[in-house]
């Protein structure tokens, strides 16, 4: 039997405990009342029921995209395959706003912007949200639901602090 | 690019498209109020924030575990390693109460049963919920976080309706 030990500080080992959490990576992507597009690297993300059909994502309330998810209550959440790690890294760093569509095959012209080739895209709307220390907790119907009909199911997984 | 198709009910795309999200599979573990034990398998769970320290579950406001989380405002989360396979589907299957336990290092004589030996245990204390649907959602502070010191991170992992 292993020994289990308990640090000192919750949030050092809280860190350490979810880097153990493996994760599908999500891109959530959204546009404000002026139609801007913004889109946001995600792996809090879980499916809540299916009746109704729902998810939930957590959002910090510093990002970029959280306003206009808050404004528009509209998002999309994109399932990255293994072969999308660069759009992953893309809209989780420096570039912001429309930077981050330069990587990928976004359709930008929809209702909402979304990937073409990634592995699902669900189409959302928010029906409660919650906050909750530095993040707000939006929990949206699925509207639509998108699959590519030809793909391989090879999500990217992130784990330990990096893909899998 | 590869054809997006969108099917007919809402219902079915969603399971379809959820099926994609790969997650870390978990054991929620309480107690109620007469201190009977209550384990059950859970693939919704995701970190909120570390400011403060706090992750979510979502739980099927029929399971027996419900009422107990609900009560108690207190439970485990119980990270399930590769070789735990047995314990998810004990915990997912036709034994109910005390007979999940059988299968799996549990302490439980603590004051909440614990996997001694998975990858990461947080200890929570439910701080808001919330019901959508079938399910309610707990969030929660963590208030402990046990790891093995000697464990190699090699997660369960639930994808396209099988472990990985």
Same mark, same amino acid.
């Given at each position: 039997m292993q020994t289990l030990e308990v640090g000192?500080?919750?949030?050092?080992?809280?860190? +350490? =405990?979810?880097?153990r959490l493996a994760s599908g990576v999500c891109v959530i @992507?959204?546009?404000?009342?002026?139609?801007?597009p913004f889109a946001m690297t995600a792996t809090s993300v879980t499916s809540v029921s299916d009746t109704p059909p729902s998810l939930l994502?957590?959002?910090?309330?510093?990002?970029?995209?959280?306003?206009?998810?808050?404004?528009?209550?509209r998002?999309?959440?994109n399932l990255l395959s293994r072969q999308q790690e660069d759009i992953s890294n893309r809209?989780?760093?420096?570039? +912001? =706003?429309?930077?981050?569509?330069?990587?990928?095959n976004w359709?930008? @012209?929809?209702e909402l912007p979304y990937l073409q080739d990634c592995l699902a895209v669900f189409t959302c709307k928010t029906e409660q949200q919650m906050d909750y220390g530095t993040h707000r907790i939006f929990i949206a119907r699925i509207e639509k639901v998108a699959v590519p009909t030809d793909a391989i199911i090879e999500p990217l997984i992130?784990?330990?602090g990096g893909y899998r």
């Open positions: 000192p500080a919750v949030e050092v080992d809280m860190r +350490e =405990g979810m880097r @992507s959204s546009v404000d009342q002026q139609q801007q994502v957590c959002v910090n309330k510093q990002a970029s995209i959280h306003s206009a998810i808050s404004a528009s209550g998002f999309c959440v809209c989780s760093g420096g570039e +912001e =706003g429309i930077g981050r569509f330069a990587v990928g359709n930008t @012209s929809a992130y784990l330990n």
